[in-house]
C-alpha cells in the first residue's frame, strides 16, 4: 500500500484541518510518511506544534478555528497552493431530542457542517486543479441511535454535502466523504477511562471485526480519497462492518 500511495502523494501539499488530533493526525503521519508537505490546523497551537514535533518528518502548523468565517479567509490566504484538503475537524453532541438543548445542537452543526463547508469554500481558490477534499461524516448518518438523532441528522448532511460538491466542482477537485464507525481516538478523552472501555467493549462485540477501529485505518481511507482520481462523490464507510451488522 504504502509503495502505491507514496507515488501519489510525494511532494503533495496536503492540508489536515482537525490534525492535532485523532484521525486527521494519523492521516498527517501517514501522508508525512508518503512524501507529502503536510499542514495541520485546528484551534490550538499549543497542540499542534506538540503534535508537528512527534511526526518524523516535516509539518507545518496553522491554527484555526472553523466556526469563525474571518479567521478561516485570513488562514486560508496563508495556505499557499494546496493539492488535497482533509477535514476531521468537528465536535459532537449526544442527547435525547427532547432533552438536547438548542444552543448544543446549533454548536454541533457550526463545528461538525458549517465550519467544514465554509472550510472548504475558502481554501478552493488556492486548491490546485486535480486535487481533492476529505470530509468527515459518520456511520450514524445511515445507522442512527436514539440519543444521537441530532448527530445522526449532521453527519447525513455532511455526506449530502460532499455529493452535491463533487458535481458543482467536477473537473476541477474530487470531494469525498469518509464515514468512520467507532474509533479509538481523543474524541473520547472526556469520558472516564472505565466507562469509555465499557463502551468500546460493548460496541466492539457488536461488530464483525469485533472491536472498535484504530485512526492509522482510517487514515488508509484518507490516503485512498486523496489518490485515487477516479473516486468522487464517494462515501469510504470505514466502520468495521457497522452497517451490515444485525
Ligand atoms: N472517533 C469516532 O468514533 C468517530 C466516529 C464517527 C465519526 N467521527 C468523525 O470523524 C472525524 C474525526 O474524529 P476524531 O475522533 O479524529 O476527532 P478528534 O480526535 O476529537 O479530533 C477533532 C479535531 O478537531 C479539532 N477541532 C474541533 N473543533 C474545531 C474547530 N471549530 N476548528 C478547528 N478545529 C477544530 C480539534 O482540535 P482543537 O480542539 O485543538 O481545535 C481536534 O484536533 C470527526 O468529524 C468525527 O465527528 C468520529
Known sequence: MKTQFADFLNGKHVV????????????????????????IASRNADKLNAVADGIELHVSVAAVDTTNEANVKSWAAGLGEVDHLVISASSAAHGAFTDLPTDDLRGMIEAKFIGPYVTAREVLPFLKKGGSVTFFSGVLSRRPSAGATGLAAVNAAVETLAKGLALELAGRVRVNCISPGMVDTEAYAGMPE?????????????????????????????????????????????????????
Do not use: C, Y
Open 16 to 39: 489536515i484541518v482537525g490534525g492535532g488530533s485523532g484521525m486527521g493526525r494519523a492521516t498527517a503521519e501517514l501522508a508525512t510518511s508518503l512524501g507529502a508537505k503536510v499542514t
Open 194 to 246: 472505565e466507562a469509555r472501555t465499557e463502551m468500546f467493549a460493548q460496541v466492539a462485540s457488536g461488530l464483525p471485526v469485533g472491536r472498535v477501529g484504530d485512526a492509522g485505518e482510517i487514515a488508509q481511507a484518507a490516503a485512498l480519497a486523496m489518490t485515487n482520481t477516479f473516486m468522487t462523490g464517494s462515501i469510504l464507510d470505514v466502520d468495521g462492518g457497522h452497517l451490515v451488522r444485525g
